[in-house]
């Protein structure tokens, strides 16, 4: 009987232990928008917060894996759906590192963007990001391949943060929601552009990807964050017959909900979904 319970006890413990290792990247339902938990050890990053009207369901959902501390937060670019949550994120969670691409917001008066500078930018720990600048996260590196310093486009999605995901060679493109004239930019500027997994840009929409940059991505699986029945139509039916022409292997929120990959130190990694 006790060798039984000792056998369980180890098998318990690597089980633990192995969980612990892993990294887990969460792509999280929250409709519209985009909201990526990046979670190591006991440390996390969260880059983007989704809308306005699921802020408390973000919340809910980094309460539900452990989530009590945020090393990292960042927001790609000043759009409703990418930095409303922040207002509900901010008082609850400690928040080590606050970082967005530094977007001029004196050219809106609306009340929000105000807001959002004083909860956010003007944290002692805020700073901008540009291009070469890298992130670390226990053994994850984030690194920031747009936008290039002093570079301000008329289109806040094309100023958005695109990071790199890299972890023991596990390689994870995370786009924001950049269109195709600043893919080339990257194609231009990162000659070993590849990954394994790719964050589609812009929710799939027709200004997303062109078939150049996915062949030189060459991801073998690609999410979308989108929502439900969403009124802008995303995502374009050329980006999912671009996807499947290739061969990748397609996620959506709308459609499965919250996805999960985890990757080990050996870089293999596992894709889940709630639905």
Known sequence: MKKIILIFFFISTALCFAREEDVKIHFIDIGEGDAILIQVKNECALIDTGNLLSGYKLVDYLQTNNVTAIKHLLITHPHLDHLSGAFFIIPKFKIGNFYDNGYNLNTTDDDIFTWYSKILRQNKNYKTLK??????????????????????DKNPNNNSLVIMLNYKGFRCLLAADIDYAIENELLKRNAGLAADVLKVAHHGAEDAYSKEFIKKLKPKFAIISVDKDNRRGYPAQRILDLLKAENITLYRTDKNGSITITVDDKSNYKIYSEK
């Open 131 to 152: 291009e070469k600048e890298n992130l670390k996260l226990g053994d994850i590196t984030l690194e920031v391949l747009w936008p290039p310093e002093q570079f301000q």
